[in-house]
């Protein structure tokens, strides 16, 4: 399994940024793919998430309003619009992937649980 993550950069207090995330290398139709950060000396936290099956979301308090989780299952592809940039998004953006479904499955991702991680993409937000 392999997720590739694109789209991070630099961007001023105020501005826009999304991010990609596509999938690939497995065969299983239902999956959740999570977006997370890590700011430096900081613990992973998650963002949002979204399920393929019925393109269900779920979003963290730190990011609701700012950030929209959204998804092209044909290209097995999530993105994270992310709006009203703040310094202390500063991160690396990382998307994982749960393989399956479930009652809880969002829960899950939210909880940091996922199968497979993608390599990061630096977002950087200056002044």
């Known amino acids: 399994v392999q997720l590739v993550e694109s789209g991070g950069g630099l961007v001023q207090t105020g501005g826009s940024l999304t991010l990609s995330c596509t999938a690939s290398g497995f065969t299983v139709n239902d999956y959740t793919i999570g977006w997370f950060r890590q700011a430096p000396g900081q613990e992973r936290e998650a963002l949002s998430c979204i399920s393929n099956w019925d393109e269900s979301t779920k979003y963290a308090d730190s990011v609701k309003g700012r950030f929209t989780i959204s998804s092209d299952n044909a290209k097995r592809t999530a993105f994270l619009q992310m709006t009203n940039l703040k310094l202390e998004d500063t991160a690396v953006y990382y998307c994982?992937?749960?393989?399956?479904?479930?009652?809880?499955?969002?829960?899950?991702?939210?909880?940091?649980?996922?199968?497979?991680w993608g390599q990061g993409t630096q977002v950087t937000v200056s002044s």
């Open positions: 994982g992937i749960l393989l399956g479904s479930g009652l809880n499955t969002k829960g899950v991702v939210m909880g940091g649980v996922v199968d497979h």
